[in-house]
Antibody, heavy 118, light 107 residues
Framework: EVQLVESGGGLVQPGGSLRLSCAASGFTFSTYWMTWVRQAPGKGLEWVANIKQDGSEKHYVDSVKGRLTISRDNAKKSLFLQMNSLRAEDTAVYYC???????????WGQGTLVTVSS | EKVMTQSPATLSVSPGERATLSCRASQSVSSNLAWYQQKPGQAPRLLIYGASTRPPGIPARFSGSGSGTEFTLTISSLQSEDFAVYYCQQYNNWPLTFGGGTKVEIK
């Protein structure tokens, strides 16, 4: 059974940093693109970033470029999102998802909440 | 960035009726279009990819159509578990983008 479990969310002050993790199981992690998607409270979905199987290619939405960094550790079957210079508008539930090819996401974790507030 | 526009924002439907949801892209996305369902407090679930293909386990009452800039998700006979928010997503170009969602509520 495919499982994705996010962790690392919490309350952080504006300008602060946080590192999200996603532990994968039930599939061959190293053979899939992986994605982060976020959802602000009461709002719709926003695609944030994705990363190729070997980490050699990464893509980001413009609003997070230079502040959020996606990475992975295939040996540990883990996906990460390093979040720096956080802003109030980064407050959201962050979902880790498995991508089919480099496109749509066929399995999703349950999400971890990040709150940026003083 | 390709903008995805969904309509209507809210759709009121009685159980057993048909629901038709629309998604429009600001530029062609070919058939690189997915639909997701999200219930309150849950993660999204993939319903359709490639504009019209259902993954294993998705009921046949869900169907997708369209290509280019105009897409439709049809739920042929709404069941109680289908009342949720539905999102379209283009994956033709980065950044991938979602529509704003259509909430399907009980009439």
């Amino acid at each position: 059974e495919v499982q994705l479990v996010e962790s690392g969310g919490g309350l952080v002050q504006p300008g602060g940093s946080l590192r999200l993790s996603c532990a994968a199981s039930g599939f061959t992690f190293s053979t899939y693109w992986m994605t982060w998607v976020r959802q602000a409270p009461g709002k719709g979905l926003e695609w944030v970033a994705n990363i190729k199987q070997d980490g050699s290619e990464k893509h980001y939405v413009d609003s997070v470029k230079g502040r959020l960094t996606i990475s992975r550790d295939n040996a540990k079957k883990s996906l990460f999102l390093q979040m720096n210079s956080l802003r109030a508008e980064d407050t959201a539930v962050y979902y880790c998802a498995r991508a089919a090819g480099s496109g749509y996401d066929d399995f999703w974790g349950q999400g971890t909440l990040v709150t940026v507030s003083s | 960035e390709k903008v995805m526009t969904q309509s209507p924002a809210t759709l009121s439907v009685s159980p057993g009726e048909r629901a038709t949801l629309s998604c429009r892209a600001s530029q062609s996305v070919s058939s690189n279009l997915a639909w997701y369902q999200q219930k309150p407090g849950q993660a999204p679930r993939l319903l359709i990819y490639g504009a019209s293909t259902r993954p294993p386990g998705i009921p046949a009452r869900f169907s997708g159509s369209g290509s280019g800039t105009e897409f439709t998700l049809t739920i042929s006979s709404l069941q109680s578990e289908d009342f949720a928010v539905y999102y379209c997503q283009q994956y033709n170009n980065w950044p991938l983008t979602f529509g704003g969602g259509t909430k399907v509520e009980i009439k």
